[in-house]
């Protein structure tokens, strides 16, 4: 008996093979691209990932990806309003980039244009076996936005990058180059309303010096399936700082891949994950400092309620160069509900002798005493919690330093207690 | 802040080419051919004398196992296994069976006397090494009150157990302390009962393997409301060459008793890579303790990484009664590849676990070893530290999972492991899984660069002493944590990695 045998084909599996067929024709690019297209499609049909392959092992996206609903141009997505004042508006509208505004500084591409000069085909091949966003996304990807931030630019105002999807089937991505020097301040979004399926793929190079602040917002519905994939490769003493928030969809898996490669290069991110609901969502970070000097921290927070369930997956790998690491990693998760779960795997791998790693994971509930405290000063039960709830998650929105963005970010986070605490 | 020149030292004393243990004995064997089938079963069987059962039992597993894949997660690498390169029985021919000690091969004696092991029931394991000669007095020693404290030895060398001492007195008690095969002879009822009740035959790669073709290892049971009056302990030998050792140990603590054993492990220095797949099952019932504990020195290859043992080992223990409790501790510093998670299931209400571990890799030794905590009855408790330690060419992954059930109200568990690389062609790795399903859980996992406070260190370099001598003075003190967990008699071969000190440790 062979335990490899390829098992029967799931609907999914045989729906995203069917819809490649009937979408080719229609999908932008030139021989190169096609190419690609051809060898992302050949690694779909091998089929989805189990919970025997590693790093999908709390995400059995062969079982979790039950239907897969079929492109319709005719869906019509709206804009979204900009989450901060005085932002670039970018949007992508059922896997259709609308317009380019001037950005000063800033060269600003549609992504079909790339795929139809075959400009971003390189960026295209995905080498990682266990990889499935990567060769979704490049077998189906039709537009997104390409931006190129010019050397020691520093851009007036937030750039917002927006993926809206009503129902169907969108593939976008979002290549960003940021120049030596540069700064810049990137929102982007995750939206839309009815049961879509969504990958969204970004690549970042960011160069010697320069400094982003990249804040990804997932708020799908409760029926849509949200598939990221996050990657940057840090310069020289280059500084990102990334805040991921998801409050919505169904089935969401946002990986998180960054290469500090640069000696001195500071990575931080950020993130809350608030679960409720069936929903399941599973963040993946893969983290590797592979230059000398090189520090990062990550600090995850998650507050589970319903019947959801949450994954938190971190793999920080630290190259035998790369002495001097300094890296750390926190995940803390709150079960507020007898029928959520959370799963975490926070992992290390070290190669270098003198560098400072470390992580925690903790998985409680509301701690007693506080809540004891709280109401023993006359807060009734349900509102001491929903504070302390609060105060759990606000913590890593206060560290951004920026009073614009932290007002609007606490807007999101009251909404979502609003209606779900 | 990299290791200091004391730990360095330390690490270097039980460095790979340093193994005391590599000698080998020339005794005349009785082998099984090489090769595994049903008639190699068979054969094993035939040898131990067992019933039918039981090696319908042994052939239903090697069936099993015939549809079974080895498994590939684990952060080892190794040349694939000739599972039919190996013989799966070897004995010393001149032993009939476990029996008085006069009847054993002197030659025999002499391998445990070189070892430091008391098979004189009068000799007493502290740590110091007999001298050879020490194995012809015979005389038997008498049991008065100033005695120091005692420990039952079964010997297991290759296939079978050699012998087993203070059978008779441990008998008074009420206590079995035996061979599994002399068990599976004399006990059936308790074996048919608890045998595979924890560990299940189809339990994974190895155990399947070993639920075939298992060889000896030991029996305990201890009844009800009764303390073992004495440490329990097995010392396993690999001598032949060739040949896999298929250890079988099964440790049962009924209603309120309590028991705690130690094994130990060494084989002699060879180029060749030797199996040992072994199977522990351990069963507290209500109010039940045991305490495991294992220094584990298998031949850990040369210094080109040639040679070793390759020790793929299934420990598991069931807390099946309420508020019964089971506790590993494990210095390991032998093995090529180790791939070892001593696990506990906490099935009954209030039960605990407890994990504590050193594992120290030199050379091109592999170690993919930890833990499991199985939170499924209320207000169970666990505990795990484990220190990694890697050195020369070696990789040191540390792999555990803690998870709560639905219904596991309570769950608490705190987890903390660091490591320490010397060099620069070694790795230290952590693999956690961390599962909660009940809000009540209360799980804390903490891998951190160094456990000592700023307070602690101000406050004794504040007194005087140098800063490397007060990280010293306060890691020897945190390592003694694990070390204190093991029995006096073990602690003493552990004492060599006291030393070792843990602060510039990598989570």
């Not at chain 1, 919505?248 to 490669?261: F, H, N, P, S």
């Not at chain 2, 008391?118 to 100033?146: S, Y």
């Not at chain 2, 890579?273 to 069963?283: C, D, G, M, R, W």
């Not at chain 2, 850990?300 to 590993?328: A, E, H, L, Q």
Request: proline share 4%; hydrophobic share 40%; aromatic share 8%.
């Amino acid at each position: 008996m062979n335990m490899h045998a390829q098992p029967q084909r799931t609907h999914a599996e045989t729906a995203l093979i069917d819809a490649f067929v009937e979408r080719f024709s229609y999908l932008p690019g030139n021989e190169a691209v096609i190419r690609r297209r051809d060898d992302a499609v050949e690694r779909l049909k091998a089929g989805l990932p189990t919970r025997r392959v590693e790093a999908w092992h709390y995400t059995d996206l062969r079982r979790l990806l039950s239907t897969v609903p079929m492109h319709d141009p005719a869906v019509g997505a709206k804009p979204l309003p900009a989450l901060l004042q005085g932002s670039t508006v970018l949007p992508v509208l059922n896997g259709v980039a609308a317009h380019a505004p001037r950005i000063d500084g800033v060269t600003v591409t549609r992504l079909e244009q790339k795929l139809m000069d075959g400009s971003v085909a390189q960026a295209m091949a995905c080498d990682d076996a266990a990889d499935v966003i990567a060769p979704l996304n490049a077998a189906f990807v039709t537009d997104g936005w390409f931006l190129d931030i010019g050397e020691g630019v520093a851009v007036d105002g937030p750039i917002e990058l927006q993926n809206v999807q009503a129902g169907g089937q969108a593939h976008v991505r979002f290549p960003v180059r940021i120049g030596a020097g540069a700064k810049a301040t990137i929102v982007e979004r995750q939206s839309g309303n009815g049961d879509a399926l969504v990958s969204s793929v970004s690549h970042l190079t960011v160069g010697e010096g320069a400094e982003i602040v990249w804040i990804l917002l997932q708020e799908q519905p409760v029926g849509a399936t949200q598939l990221g994939q996050f990657n940057a490769v840090l310069g020289k003493d280059a500084k990102l700082t990334l805040f991921v928030m998801n409050t919505g969809g169904k089935l969401v898996r946002q990986e998180i891949k960054v290469d500090a490669a640069g000696e001195g290069a500071v990575f931080n991110l950020r993130g809350v994950n608030l679960l409720t609901g069936d929903s399941h969502t599973d963040v993946t970070m893969v983290l590797d400092h592979s230059a000398p000097n090189t520090t990062s921290s990550e600090i995850i927070r998650n507050v589970v309620t319903g019947r959801a369930r949450g994954v938190f997956q971190g793999q920080i790998r630290v190259d035998r160069l790369a002495q001097k690491t300094d890296a750390k990693m926190a995940c803390n998760t709150l079960l507020l509900s007898d029928d959520g779960e959370f799963s975490a795997k926070p992992e290390l791998e070290i190669f270098a002798d003198d560098v400072a790693c470390g992580h925690g994971a903790t998985v409680t509930e509301i701690d007693r005493n506080h809540l004891f405290y709280l109401m023993a000063r006359g807060v009734p039960e349900k509102e001491a919690r929903g504070l302390l709830v609060k105060a759990f998650v606000a913590e890593v929105i206060e560290g951004l330093e920026d009073e614009p963005l932290i007002a609007a970010l606490e807007a999101k986070l009251e909404a979502w207690f609003a209606t779900n605490v | 802040m990299p290791a200091v020149q004391e730990t360095i030292e330390q690490v270097r004393k039980i460095d790979v080419d340093q193994y005391k243990y590599g000698f080998e004995t020339v005794i005349e064997m009785d082998k099984a051919p090489k090769g595994l089938s049903e008639d190699t079963i068979r054969f094993i069987s035939a040898k131990k004398d067992e019933p039918e059962w039981m090696l319908e039992w042994r052939l239903s597993a090697y069936r099993r196992w015939l549809t079974l894949e080895e498994p590939t997660w684990a952060r080892v690498d190794y040349p694939k296994i000739d599972f039919q390169d190996i013989h799966y029985y070897a004995a010393p021919k001149s032993t009939p069976g476990p029996t008085s000690l006069d009847e054993v091969d002197p030659e025999l004696l002499k391998v445990y006397a070189k070892l430091g092991i008391p098979l004189r029931e009068q000799e007493i394991l502290a740590g110091v090494q007999k001298p050879a000669a020490a194995a012809d007095d015979l005389d038997e020693a008498n049991d008065n009150g100033a005695a120091p404290r005692r420990v039952a030895v079964d010997a297991v060398f290759d296939s079978v157990s050699v012998v087993t001492t203070f059978k008779k007195e441990l008998a008074k008690a009420g206590v079995i302390f035996c061979s599994i095969s002399e068990a599976i002879r004399e006990h059936p009822e308790l074996l048919k009962k608890y045998l595979g009740s924890v560990v299940p035959v189809s339990d994974n790669y190895y155990a399947t393997l070993n639920s075939a073709v298992f060889t000896d290892g030991s029996f305990v049971f201890v009844p009800k409301g009764v303390r073992c009056p004495m440490e329990l302990s097995t010392y396993f030998r690999i001598n032949e060459k060739n040949t896999g050792q298929f250890e079988r140990t099964l440790i049962i603590a009924e209603e309120g008793a309590y028991v705690s054993y130690l094994e130990g492990c060494t084989a002699p220095q060879r180029d060749e890579n030797q199996l040992h797949a072994a199977v522990v099952e351990l069963i507290a019932l209500d109010d039940a303790e045991i305490k495991y504990s294992t220094v584990q020195n298998w031949y850990p290859g040369d210094k080109d990484g040639k040679g070793g043992i390759y020790n793929f080992v299934t420990k598991r223990g069931d807390c099946r009664g309420d508020r019964s409790k089971i506790s590993w501790t494990q210095v390991e510093t032998g093995s090529a590849i180790t791939w070892k998670y001593p696990s506990c299931i906490l099935r009954g209400d209030d039960s605990r676990g407890e994990f504590y571990s050193i594992a120290v890799s030199n050379g091109h030794q592999q170690v993919d070893s930890g833990t499991k905590m199985i939170h499924l009855g209320k207000n169970t408790s666990s505990r795990i530290i484990s220190k990694g330690i890697s050195a020369g060419k070696s990789n040191n992954t540390y792999r555990g999972q803690v998870s709560a059930h639905r219904k596991a109200t309570n769950a608490r568990n705190f987890t903390q492991c660091d490591s320490l690389l010397i060099g620069n062609d070694c790795g230290a790795h952590t693999v956690p899984y961390i599962e909660a399903k009940n809000a009540t859980a209360q799980f804390e996992h903490e891998a951190t660069t160094s456990k000592i406070s700023e307070d602690q260190l101000f406050y004794v370099m504040q007194r005087g002493i140098p800063e490397e001598e007060a990280v010293a003075l306060i890691v020897g003190g945190f390592v003694r944590e694990v070390i204190q967990e093991l029995p006096m008699e073990f602690a003493v071969e552990a004492q060599k990695l006291i030393g070792i000190s843990l602060e510039g440790s990598v989570g």
